[in-house]
T-cell receptor, first 113, second 110 residues
Framework: KAGVTQTPRYLIKTRGQQVTLSCSPISGHRSVSWYQQTPGQGLQFLFEYFSETQRNKGNFPGRFSGRQFSNSRSEMNVSTLELGDSALYLC????????????FGQGTRLTVV | GEDVEQSLFLSVREGDSSVINCTYTDSSSTYLYWYKQEPGAGLQLLTYIFSNMDMKQDQRLTVLLNKKDKHLSLRIADTQTGDSAIYFCAENGGYQKVTFGTGTKLQVIP
């Protein structure tokens, strides 16, 4: 069974640009969540989708958005990039409502210059 | 809000046991997790424990949960150099709003 796939693995963007990151969950998983990992703030929850609906959202500005498609694949978008958005963005998928097991992808390393 | 705390660093000799500790604040957490992150990699789920359990053992890993004190620990028996990584404790506040600790960097000395 393929794991969680995130693309691209690495990305360099300029301040003010926007970026879209993609996450393909494990086949059969319907929950996808996103996290931001930075040296200063650690791992922080961005949002979670289940069956195309956002069920929960962390404390991030509106520049951070996401969506989930009918095949459970998810994208997150960051608009008007800031230097502080440089981070490792991790996606996790889970098979069930209770999210007992969340499997993480390798992440997308975003660098904003 | 939810908060999860861990010590930042632990150093052990190869073959010894490692114990990584964690405290959390959200008493409504249903699941608590231990993840491992190696350099340049994503997070690997090591084990999890349901909040009504006191202990869970999985091969070299033993998780202890003291719900009264909101204290979680991970014991790695016979620690190997391949266990060197950052270990994250995390709690699930529902709908996968998982709060992670700062991570404990485990260094295994050969």
């Amino acid at each position: 069974k393929a794991g969680v796939t995130q693309t691209p693995r690495y990305l360099i963007k300029t301040r003010g640009q926007q970026v879209t990151l993609s996450c393909s969950p494990i086949s059969g998983h319907r929950s996808v969540s996103w996290y931001q990992q930075t040296p200063g703030q650690g791992l922080q929850f961005l949002f979670e989708y289940f069956s195309e609906t956002q069920r929960n959202k962390g404390n991030f500005p509106g520049r951070f958005s996401g969506r989930q498609f009918s095949n459970s694949r998810s994208e997150m978008n960051v608009s008007t990039l800031e230097l502080g958005d440089s981070a490792l963005y991790l996606c996790a998928s889970s098979p069930d409502v209770m999210n007992t097991e969340a499997f993480f992808g390798q992440g997308t390393r975003l660098t904003v210059v | 809000g939810e908060d999860v705390e861990q010590s930042l660093f632990l150093s052990v000799r190869e073959g010894d046991s490692s114990v990584i500790n964690c405290t959390y604040t959200d008493s409504s957490s249903t699941y608590l997790y231990w993840y491992k992150q190696e350099p340049g990699a994503g997070l690997q789920l090591l084990t999890y424990i349901f909040s009504n359990m006191d202990m869970k053992q999985d091969q070299r890993l033993t998780v202890l949960l003291n719900k009264k004190d909101k204290h979680l620990s991970l014991r790695i028996a016979d620690t190997q150099t391949g266990d060197s990584a950052i270990y994250f404790c995390a709690e699930n506040g529902g709908y996968q709003k998982v709060t992670f600790g700062t991570g404990t960097k485990l260094q295994v000395i050969p």
